[in-house]
């Protein structure tokens, strides 16, 4: 029997696969040499084995680079670098900061002797007016930190099902940033901005789903608290026959952002005061009715909206101050990517030398004042007095060019409806 097999040239010449034996006769598709092939399938299953097995010796191999990284990190150094990007909020860094150490102080410490104490992480809810410097303060996170983070929004959510995404592209963004390495996904952090327009709609029972607010906010749930979470690698409605990653989100830090618009009145209601009257006296003595959300509490968002589960895993809530006029003239001059810093550079690319009179800074911080446009209005503002040189001055033969007050009016006639022109 031995010698018959051995004298069938054929059988000998038929390329197979060195794993599994299969030839193309029984349907593989084979990838090699003839002489040393392999299937496709057994590719997908060595492929699929390493991606099982090899996460815990990377997360060995990150967990330590992380520990060089942040050995000498402290939320002060943390506070300092935010400092330079983002004026004002202390109260909001100090929060932040906070969270962040000990975010990577429970990554570094998981494989300790103590294993009978587990550290819960702590996601953030920050709340403040929009314009005041939610988002740059995470893309000022994003910039210091060497893991992934992913800024997402929530307004494009929907539930599984609608028109919209999936709250499981929440972890698509986190793993496309870290190049799908699902062991450094796994230590990231992300932001969720606009976590306010998925409140639920109304108390009222309606015959119509809310997909897009307390459904929304039922998906995150698993997300939130720590869960293994299966994510479509690259969306999850327009490619369905992929295969999901699982993302371990017990390590990921969540915090979220949103301007939560009308909910002074509910703090205002619950302090029993009143945000606006005509000789009211303030039955609550000490409380700053100009600024109510710095009083914001747990109650005050279920009554805005969010649901209790969603609350009860967003245990640490702090808030962002209004911003005043020197605050918002600071954000014009000071922070290392201040607007006016921007424009000079802008100018000096094609050799301009750009000068602008103090009386025009006033006059920009308080247009953003007057029309309650926040820190976010200022680039606005400059651009309706800069456009114009910027389209004229590359084409010129000028080395300098002087934003005048009487300039500055003029070209904001038009954003103001003519207001400043008379003024």
Do not use: W
């Not at 992913?150 to 539930?159: G, H, W, Y």
């Amino acid at each position: 029997m031995a010698s018959g097999t051995k004298g069938n040239g054929k059988e000998n010449s038929t390329p197979r696969c060195i794993i599994c034996g299969r030839s193309e006769e029984d349907g593989a598709l084979l990838i090699g040499r003839s002489s040393g092939c392999i299937c496709a399938e057994c590719v997908e299953n060595i492929h699929n084995y390493i991606q099982e097995n090899q996460p815990a010796k990377d997360r060995g191999k990150l967990v330590s680079g992380v520990r060089d990284e942040f050995r000498e990190l402290t939320p002060q150094k943390i506070h300092k670098y935010l400092d330079q990007y983002v004026i004002g909020q202390d109260e909001a860094k100090k929060f932040l900061s906070v969270a962040v150490y000990n975010h990577y102080k429970r990554i570094l410490n998981q494989d300790s002797s103590d294993s009978s104490l587990e550290l819960e992480k702590s996601n953030v809810l920050m709340v403040g007016p929009t314009g005041t410097g939610k988002t740059l303060l995470a893309r000022s996170i994003a910039k210091m930190l060497h893991l992934p983070f992913a800024i997402v929004d929530a307004t494009v959510l929907t539930e599984a099902g609608y028109v919209g995404e999936d709250v499981e592209s929440i972890l698509t963004r986190l793993l496309q940033d870290a190049d799908y390495d699902v062991a450094k996904a796994e230590m990231g952090i992300v932001f969720i901005d606009e976590i306010d327009k998925i409140a639920r709609k109304s108390d009222n029972p309606s015959i119509t789903r809310d997909v897009s607010g307390e459904g929304v906010q039922q998906a995150m749930l698993k997300i939130l608290e720590g869960n293994i979470v299966n994510v479509p690698p690259q969306g999850g409605r327009k490619h369905p026959e992929q295969k999901m990653i699982a993302v371990n989100t017990n390590n990921i830090l969540f915090i979220c952002g949103g301007a939560f618009e009308g909910i002074d009145k509910k703090i205002a209601q619950r302090l029993n005061t009143k945000v606006v009257g005509y000789g009211v006296q303030e039955k609550a003595k000490g409380v700053d009715r100009k600024n109510l959300l710095r009083y914001i509490a747990p109650q005050d968002l279920r009554s805005y909206g969010l649901i209790p589960e969603l609350i009860g895993r967003l245990p640490v809530v702090t808030f962002l101050n209004p911003l005043g006029r020197d605050a918002l003239m600071d954000i014009l001059t000071q922070p290392k990517n201040a607007l006016m810093k921007q424009y000079r550079q802008m100018f000096k690319l094609d050799g301009i030398d750009l000068k602008v009179d103090a009386e025009v800074l006033d006059l920009i911080v308080d247009t953003a004042i007057k029309y309650d446009l926040g820190a976010r209005g200022l680039r606005s503002i400059c651009e309706a007095i800069m456009v114009d040189a910027m389209y004229e001055a590359p084409s010129s033969d000028r080395k300098s060019f002087r934003v005048t007050l009487p300039y500055a009016k003029e070209k904001l006639g038009s954003f103001t409806g003519g207001l400043l022109i008379q003024n």
